[in-house]
């Protein structure tokens, strides 16, 4: 199990232990909570402690960082496509038709199998901590923590994703979508926008092309919540629904799923802080209406593509 290893220096002498693992070792509430049951989660000089140990000088610090609770989701030999990998985070491209997790105990399919394999093949302590969920058909990177501490380090500087999707009709130059969002009347797992009530949503987005036809647009999405069903939802109701998304009133087109990818994200390294981005080119079915920087790797794109998307109204 990989551990957090710390020597206490006369700064920190004095200090209760619980307080010194919130800050500077980043561990948040739930794990420490997490650690106080697990007989070799939280130690000083070889020793099981608690969080109310008084740290003195030279002290050494051995915290846990995770999983702490035993594994229930089915671990699958399938193949998994990395997009970035180091000891503390790992990106991978989720394929269409594959959900985050298993519906029900010892369901198969799930992004959570081949992930929880690759981590066990590399001699690691298996535990899933994807730090966002895409639909099961939406494609594109997920960033994944390979620990309870990693996951809580990413989350106090949430990601950052882009989203491209093909949308029906033709979309104006670059605008957003603000409705609340509410579980829809006749069930079916759809989501609709509401006047009043529901959840705070807010979606962004540039077109990057329509076609020729008028048929169809393509644009990049950005978003300032992660509601489920958001881009789906807020498209539909403003009479752009993505192309392949029969749920929500989108006409096939070429598309026998709807058509949402993730190709750009960035995110703060748990360890350092550095900024770290990645891609994932577009499907290579969907319109060859796109420019071809989304078809192969550019990073100065996704500084471009973030900036547009947060700012809609600064493009002419």
Same mark, same amino acid.
């Given at each position: 199990?990989?551990?957090?290893?710390?020597?206490?220096?006369?700064?920190?002498?004095?200090?209760?232990?619980?307080?010194?693992?919130?800050?500077?070792?980043?561990?948040?509430?739930?794990?420490?909570?997490?650690?106080?049951?697990?007989?070799?989660?939280?130690?000083?000089?070889?020793?099981?402690?608690?969080?109310?140990?008084?740290?003195?000088?030279?002290?050494?610090?051995?915290?846990?960082?995770?999983?702490?609770?035993?594994?229930?989701?089915?671990?699958?030999?399938?193949?998994?496509?990395?997009?970035?990998?180091?000891?503390?985070?790992?990106?991978?491209?989720?394929?269409?038709?594959?959900?985050?997790?298993?519906?029900?105990?010892?369901?198969?399919?799930?992004?959570?199998?081949?992930?929880?394999?690759?981590?066990?093949?590399?001699?690691?302590?298996?535990? +899933?901590?994807?730090?966002?969920?895409?639909?099961?058909?939406?494609?594109?990177?997920?960033?994944?923590?390979?620990?309870?501490?990693?996951?809580?380090?990413?989350?106090?500087?949430?990601?950052?994703?882009?989203?491209?999707?093909?949308? +029906?009709?033709?979309?104006?130059?670059?605008?957003?979508?603000?409705? /609340?969002?509410?579980?829809?009347?006749?069930?079916?797992?759809?989501?609709?926008?509401?006047?009043?009530?529901?959840?705070?949503?807010?979606?962004?987005?540039?077109?990057?092309?329509?076609?020729?036809?008028?048929?169809?647009?393509?644009?990049?999405?950005?978003?300032?919540?992660?509601?489920?069903?958001?881009?789906?939802?807020? +498209?539909?109701?403003?009479?752009?629904?993505?192309?392949?998304?029969?749920?929500?009133?989108?006409?096939?087109?070429?598309?026998?799923?709807?058509?949402?990818?993730?190709?750009?994200?960035?995110?703060?390294?748990?360890?350092?802080?550095?900024?770290?981005?990645?891609?994932?080119?577009? /499907?290579?079915?969907?319109?060859?209406?796109? /420019?071809?920087?989304?078809?192969?790797?550019?990073?100065?794109?996704?500084?471009?593509?973030?900036?547009?998307?947060?700012?809609?109204?600064?493009?002419?």
């Amino acid at each position: 199990m990989n551990r957090l290893e710390a020597t206490i220096g006369p700064e920190d002498a004095g200090r209760r232990l619980g307080d010194y693992m919130r800050q500077p070792l980043g561990c948040s509430k739930r794990l420490i909570r997490r650690l106080k049951t697990d007989p070799r989660g939280i130690m000083v000089n070889g020793n099981r402690v608690t969080v109310r140990y008084q740290l003195a000088q030279g002290d050494r610090v051995s915290v846990a960082q995770g999983p702490t609770r035993p594994l229930t989701m089915p671990i699958e030999d399938r193949p998994l496509a990395i997009a970035y990998e180091d000891d503390l985070v790992l990106v991978v491209d989720k394929p269409a038709d594959t959900p985050m997790y298993p519906r029900f105990k010892g369901d198969l399919g799930a992004l959570s199998g081949p992930v929880l394999a690759h981590l066990q093949a590399a001699g690691g302590a298996p535990g +899933f901590f994807p730090l966002y969920r895409l639909d099961r058909d939406t494609t594109g990177l997920v960033l994944l923590a390979k620990s309870a501490w990693a996951a809580a380090r990413l989350a106090q500087k949430p990601p950052e994703k882009i989203y491209a999707l093909e949308a +029906f009709g033709r979309l104006p130059a670059a605008g957003s979508y603000s409705l /609340p969002l509410a579980k829809g009347a006749g069930g079916l797992g759809r989501i609709w926008p509401v006047a009043k009530g529901g959840r705070e949503a807010c979606t962004c987005y540039r077109r990057v092309f329509t076609s020729a036809d008028g048929l169809a647009s393509g644009a990049l999405v950005y978003l300032a919540t992660g509601r489920r069903h958001q881009i789906r939802a807020h +498209f539909a109701q403003a009479g752009h629904p993505l192309l392949g998304d029969p749920a929500y009133g989108g006409p096939a087109l070429g598309h026998d799923r709807p058509a949402l990818h993730v190709p750009y994200l960035s995110f703060h390294h748990p360890a350092d802080g550095r900024l770290v981005t990645c891609f994932q080119p577009l /499907p290579m079915a969907w319109s060859p209406a796109w /420019p071809a920087n989304y078809r192969k790797e550019d990073p100065y794109a996704h500084y471009l593509t973030e900036s547009l998307c947060r700012y809609p109204e600064k493009i002419e």
